[in-house]
Nanobody, 131 residues
Framework: EVQLQASGGGLVQAGGSLRLSCAAS????????IGWFRQAPGKERDAVSC????????YYADSVKGRFTISSDNAKNTVYLQMNSLKPEDTAVYYC????????????????????????WGQGTEVTVSS
């Protein structure tokens, strides 16, 4: 069974940190890129970051550059999103997606990448940042 499990969300004060995890099972993790997206209430799902499986290249949305770091542990089939200096505007449900093209799509159309249907989606983990 294919599963993509996002976890690590929670409630944190502004300026705090969280680390999200996206654990994959049931498919060949090394062949996929993993993207993180987020959706705030009443808004569209936006791309946050992604990491390519082949060369490890990464992408960050401008709003999170310098604060968020994406990394991959292929031995554990898990991608992490370290989120530091959190702001109230980071409040959202965070989703991870696996697809060979997710990083290319995000790089080419960052404002629309959240609308695409990727091969696999995680169930989402909620992040709330209080001011």
């Amino acid at each position: 069974e294919v599963q993509l499990q996002a976890s690590g969300g929670g409630l944190v004060q502004a300026g705090g940190s969280l680390r999200l995890s996206c654990a994959a099972s049931g498919f060949t993790f090394d062949n996929y890129a993993i993207g993180w997206f987020r959706q705030a209430p009443g808004k569209e799902r936006d791309a946050v970051s992604c990491i390519s499986s082949g060369d490890g290249s990464t992408y960050y949305a401008d709003s999170v550059k310098g604060r968020f770091t994406i990394s991959s542990d292929n031995a554990k089939n898990t991608v992490y999103l370290q989120m530091n200096s959190l702001k109230p505007e980071d409040t959202a449900v965070y989703y991870c997606a696996a697809d060979q093209s997710v990083c290319r799509v995000i790089a080419a159309q960052p404002s629309r990448a959240g609308l695409y249907e990727y091969d696999y989606w995680g169930q989402g983990t909620e992040v709330t940042v209080s001011s």
